[in-house]
């Protein structure tokens, strides 16, 4: 019998590609695998972020307007956003995280909405 063994990508589209890459590296402490150029080549249309266990987050550029204010958004380019990315960490690690977390809040790279 077949079956899922855990997650193998997560995309995350975003407006400002830079941000989200302080975010998810700087902050968080993952590792950029790939990066994929715009097709004008006028910078990049996506990073992908290593989140272990070989799962990656590929984060891509958006330039889609922001939802309607009844939450819709049926066609592409979609918005920027997810509901949440939850990434596994060690039970023994959480005071940690708790900690890193309210040390950066602060930073700017934190409070960007990316």
Known sequence: MIAARGVHHLA?????????ERFYCDTLGLRVVR???????AGER???????????????????????PDG???TP???????????RIDAGDRQAWQERFAREIGRASCRERV
Do not use: K, N
């Open 77 to 87: 380019p979609y918005p920027a956003g997810m509901h949440l990315v939850a990434l």
């Open 12 to 20: 995350i589209q975003v407006r400002d590609l830079a941000a989200a």
């Open 35 to 41: 990066r994929w150029p715009a097709a004008d080549s």
């Open 72 to 74: 819709g958004a049926a």
């Open 46 to 68: 996506s990073i992908w972020v290593d989140t272990g266990d070989g799962a990656f987050l590929a984060l891509e550029v958006t330039t889609a307007a922001a939802r309607t």
